[in-house]
């Protein structure tokens, strides 16, 4: 049993089962504040404009961002001390990320968003392709290539690599009913009425 408990602003203030208590607190505008569970406190730090701009764990170690006119993220110092620092192009997509050392990567985007190119500072580059859904279609590096195969409703049905595949079949439902791999596996997957796994059989794969 789950018991749920909020304030006069209908903010959730204490969730609890037979395991574990959390509390939460608010600041202005329902902004989370703070999480509280096993005598552990997580802070939140806002700016004046209610922007996250910090969190502070139970250690009380503390992770930054630091933020642009707009709000973006172009810098977060984690709780290790290393600084990752973002460049954005004109539409605020993130188009290289600059880590401790020199290291970096650039991202080539397509019009959507979605990831073309990744070149590392290295000269490692890694390449994506997708449908006209935006659905990833192959994942390519200098080392192995992934492609993947797709039903009407986006589905992954097979997924090859190198020279193996996994082929999926999926009921009318949409509900995952069976798994099998160039390798010999065999897998299937029974549900309930509502739709949740309920029991795998392997057949005589090992």
Not at 14 to 33: I, N, Q
Not at 52 to 71: M, S
Not at 160 to 175: C, L
Request: proline residues 1%; negative net charge.
């Amino acid at each position: 049993m789950h018991n749920l408990a909020y304030d006069a602003s209908g903010n959730l203030v204490k969730a609890s089962d037979m395991l574990r208590d959390v509390e939460f607190d608010y600041g202005p505008l329902g902004t989370l504040t703070g999480r509280r569970q096993f005598g552990r406190h997580v802070r939140f730090g806002y700016d004046g404009e209610l922007q996250l701009r910090e969190i502070v764990n139970e250690g009380g170690e503390r992770y930054a961002f630091g933020l642009d006119g707009l709000g973006q993220v172009v810098e977060e110092t984690g709780f290790d001390g290393l600084r990752r620092k973002y460049v954005r192009d004109g539409a605020g997509r993130v188009v290289r990320v600059v880590r401790p050392g020199g290291r970096q990567t650039d991202y080539e985007l397509d019009g959507a968003g979605n990831v073309l190119e990744e070149r590392h500072h290295d000269g490692r580059i890694s390449r994506f392709a997708y449908d006209g859904d935006g659905l990833l279609l192959r994942a390519e590096n200098g080392e192995t290539k992934v492609a993947f195969k797709r039903d009407a409703a986006g589905r992954v049905i097979k997924e090859t690599q190198g020279g193996h595949s996994i082929v999926r079949t999926f009921d009318p439902t949409g509900r995952h009913v069976h798994t099998e791999s160039s390798l010999g596996a065999s897998v299937d997957y029974g549900h309930d009425e509502q739709g949740r796994l309920q029991e795998m059989s392997c057949g005589e794969w090992l």
